[in-house]
């Protein structure tokens, strides 16, 4: 029966030796991707409302069902051969659906059987193939899978400009100078993966059908809320709301509806704008739809001065916020969810999430999705230290950050920094932040950074360094328990594509990273990816901790050069290599 499936899986059946310890992990590795791509498939199909006849349940549940010592290699190599034939033939299908007829592309399958006398080449030749099968899918996500929600241009004039800095949010802030090359200034020309255009839109329609307790510009917002029971719906008029003190729903747990219209001011003032309570777990906290925010917040006024603080249970949707001169948007509790929010041009953050309190619980399980933020950090506060797009600090847990465009923040794009766990960020698009497009800083295990696309981050005015010129960034960051992932990323520009760090500011190290499966072009003579151990740290290196770089694709200009930095030293590809890393791995020459 399994002959049936094609002369190639036959040939390596009886040709391959079988047992191969070496291989096991990588067939084991593989057979994860094609299920987790599978899955992928299967929502693109649900999505576009197609039905696949080359879908196999019953096969996909055999695949990796039993334990890799109990199979020969070479009938799991005929079972990943047969998925991906198929998993090809759905793409392809899919990619019909989206771009128009397209010619099938049969270079795999004539790769397959090329490389079928040797285990270990058809072992790689198909990890080539079903990377290559995860880009392409990808690309399908971006045309069909929701989009940011547009948000209307931004005003020219951003009222806060002040000099002073504020005090440091709860959370370390370092700016060690561990160095890997020689500072460069040096620009973004990407041409595989052009940096998107930075274009902005409006938000969510505005409801017509609010059911609820009618509000009008002037009225008495407080004593509304403390006059209507829990849960009661508000529906903002179109207008202009003025506060000037905090509006406090306490234990209400309203329905803003401000999608009307609705403009909440804070005259610059040193006040929260919305502020409330958790909800008890499983249920719904303050919900906010639509509506703009901003003016909150002075150079006089306490750092946490922002319009909104939303704690435990709460909805923010199709919401703006904009001018304010410390946080756009400040998330201080668990189950939290936001959603389709545009934050820009303010003062130092866009969003931020952090405890309630010195000594709180950290938030848990807080959703940022299909949001935009961009242009923050409108007081040009240094790009090293405490600003930019967002910061996520004070022992987060679960959060989901996922499908959001993150650009053009005067400092990094997303931020985590403070004993962090179990995060997953993805297919996010960050590009041309100042500083990181993704630092993961003084955090832990169970966390994954997949399918994120970035572009031109982290140039820093072209001052070049291996922890304040780096794409993405894992910091003083222990993955003993959940490991830390970072795969199936695309990266590009002249800075640093990537890079895990050890340094003496903080007591974590580096531990237990293991990098795979993405594509990272180097743009610059003075390029690195890899590892870098500042003030003598060298554990880094070593086996004990577990840090793993391997089946990523290297896009470089000269295939001679020494982008590659490990054990103190700047390397070939050769010498990298040498070192256990990216045993299959590929680096390839761009023109």
Known sequence: MLCALGSVACVLLAAMPVGARSSNGKLTHLERRVTNLEDKVSELEATLGQSSSLADPESRQALGAHPASSRPNGRRIIHLDRHVIRLDGRVDALESVVFGDRTPDTQWASSMEAGRASQSNAIRRLDRWVTELARRVRMIKKHVGPSVTPSPAPSATVT????????????????????????????????????????????PPQSSSCQGVSVAPGADLQSLINSKPMRTTFCFAGGVYRLSRTLWTNDKFPILDLRAGAIIDGQNGSFVGINGADAPPGQPGQTILGGVFQHFGNASAPTW?????????????????????????????SDVRVTSVYTHHNGRYGLTVSQACVGCPGPQAVVI???????????????????????????????????NKVHDNYGAGLWWDGYNKNAEIYDNNIYNNRNWGILWELSYGGTKIHGNTLVGNGLNGGTQSFFNGVQLLISCSDGSVGGIQVYGNTIDGAAHPLGLVNHSMHPTRTRNVYVHDNVMT?????????????????ELFSSGANNRFDFNTYRVPNPAGTYWAWDTKSLTWAQWRAYGLDHDGVMQKIT
């Open 160 to 203: 806060a400009s002040p000099t002073t800095s504020p005090s440091a949010s709860p959370s370390p802030t370092v700016s060690p100078t561990p160095s890997a090359s020689p500072s460069q200034s040096v620009s973004v020309t990407p041409s595989a993966t052009p940096s998107p255009s930075p274009t902005t839109t409006s938000p």
């Open 305 to 333: 001065a922002s319009p909104v603080i939303v704690h435990g249970g709460g909805v923010v949707e199709g919401t703006e916020f904009k001018e304010n001169f410390n946080t756009g948007l400040a998330i201080q509790g």
């Open 369 to 403: 999705e299909d949001s935009e933020i961009s242009f923050n950090n409108t007081r040009k506060l240094p790009v090293t230290g405490d600003a930019g797009g967002t910061k996520f600090s004070g022992a987060t847990n679960g959060m989901i950050v996922r499908r």
């Open 522 to 538: 180097l743009r610059g003579s003075s390029t690195r990816v890899g590892a870098v151990a500042g003030n003598g740290l060298v």
